[in-house]
């Protein structure tokens, strides 16, 4: 069983940056795919980026290609999302995932952490 605990949500204004860390622990966890979700106010949980155990490929929605980097530091069990040139529809609640699949569009993710904040204004 992996266990996730995410940090680094806030407060930007547009065209800002902001970083989010997922540290995951668990006997399973370097095996693991690791994402990001997000969830808007009255909309559906959509995934934004996945990463590969090995750290080499990472798999991006295309609203933020280009604009958000997942990374994985596999000596730490974290994951990092840096995310750049905010905008204001990327205001949500992130949550980080794990599991086997890195499909982004996968039901098999079965570890969640608790989510972080993400607000940007205009």
């Known amino acids: 069983q992996v266990q996730l605990v995410e940090s680094g949500g806030g407060s930007v204004q547009a065209g800002g940056s902001l970083t989010l860390s997922c540290a995951a622990s668990?006997?399973?966890?370097?095996?693991?795919?690791m994402a990001w979700f997000r969830q808007a106010p009255g909309k559906e949980r959509e995934g934004v980026a996945s990463?590969?155990?090995?750290?080499?490929?990472?798999h991006y929605v295309d609203s933020v290609r280009g604009r958000f980097t997942l990374s994985r530091d596999n000596a730490k069990n974290t994951v990092y999302l840096q995310m750049n040139n905010l905008k204001p529809e990327d205001t949500a609640i992130y949550y980080c995932?794990?599991?086997?699949?890195?499909?982004?569009?996968?039901?098999?993710?079965?570890?969640w952490g608790q989510g972080t904040q993400v607000s940007v204004s205009s």
């Open positions: 995932a794990a599991g086997p699949s890195c499909h982004l569009g996968s039901r098999t993710y079965n570890a």
């Open positions: 668990g006997s399973s966890a370097s095996q693991s795919c």
């Open positions: 990463i590969y155990p090995s750290g080499r490929t990472a």
